[in-house]
Each structure stands twice: as structure tokens, then as C-alpha cells.
């Protein structure tokens, strides 16, 4: 069974629809940051709404946010959430936990990592839940969380 590829036939037809929804949010409220989803996503290959959906997810959009330690004792850190597991991953990159409270080096790092993901999994809903957890069922339930959050109306 293939993967159904994200968002293509969405996009193609409420294009629109969905960067009024993200305007109207304050998705891009500075032109830094507008810029960052954008520029990143062209980066690689990721939507930049994806991207968005994903931190208004993982953090309500809060750049500055630091969760409380998860059951396994890692953390989540900025905007995008990074789990501190990663950490040594990318202070190979030069990238330090202070610099994850950055919204653009955030933006960054949980693009990179769900382009691993992608690679990995296919351009699906899998790899979108695999941002989250390994898990499969837990995986595909913030994914349709992460969807919610790309398509508003959808939630009601």
C-alpha cells in the first residue's frame, strides 16, 4: 500500500483558504519569521504550513516554551519542541539547547529532522506522526492532530 502523498490535492485547490487561516493566526506575523518558514520548507522540500501546524502543535506557536521532563526524562525545548534526545545529534552541528529558543534555529532543526523522518517513511502521515513518537498508533493520532491544526475547519 503507498502512501498517500500530503496536503498535494489540498494545497492545489485551498491554497488560499489556508494562508488567510494562517494570516489570520498569526502564523507570519513578523517578516523574520515569515521568512524562516518559508526559506526553511524551500529547504526541504516541506510545506511551510506543515512546518507551522507542527509548532502550533508541539507548542501553541511559543518560541520560548521548555516542556517538563517526559516519562523517559528527555525534554522538549522551543518552538518546534525538540526533545533534548537530540541533542547530541546536533551540538555536532554546533547547535546548542539555548539556541533551540531560537524560533528560526527551531524551525530549522524540526525540519531537518522531519525530512528524516519523510526520507524514511515516505511524504505521509506516518512521517508527520514520527516527529511525535516511534510508536505507530500514538503517531498517527498527533498526526491528525498536526492535520487540525493545517486545516482549521476541520476541527469542528
Not at 526553511?40 to 516554551?65: C, F
Request: with cysteine; proline share 6%.
Amino acid at each position: 500500500m503507498r502512501a498517500r502523498p500530503l496536503f498535494r490535492p489540498f494545497l492545489r485547490y485551498h491554497r488560499r483558504v489556508v494562508l488567510a487561516a494562517l494570516l489570520l493566526a498569526g502564523a507570519f506575523s513578523s517578516m523574520p519569521a515569515q521568512a524562516c518558514w518559508r526559506e526553511i520548507g524551500a529547504k526541504y522540500g516541506i510545506s511551510p504550513y506543515l512546518l507551522h501546524a507542527i509548532a502550533k502543535t508541539e507548542s501553541n506557536l511559543n518560541p520560548r516554551i521548555v516542556s517538563r521532563p517526559n516519562a523517559n526524562g528527555s525534554y522538549d525545548i522551543g518552538l518546534m519542541q525538540i526533545n533534548s534526545s537530540w541533542l547530541p545529534i546536533i551540538a555536532r552541528y554546533g547547535i546548542t539547547e539555548a539556541q533551540l529558543l531560537e524560533p528560526c534555529v527551531s524551525i530549522e532543526v524540526g525540519a531537518w529532522i522531519l525530512a528524516q523522518n519523510i526520507h524514511r517513511l515516505g511524504n505521509s502521515w506516518t512521517a508527520v506522526g514520527a516527529y511525535n513518537s516511534p510508536n505507530a498508533a500514538t503517531g498517527l493520532r498527533y498526526a491528525a492532530r498536526v492535520y487540525r491544526n493545517l486545516v482549521p475547519e476541520a476541527a469542528r
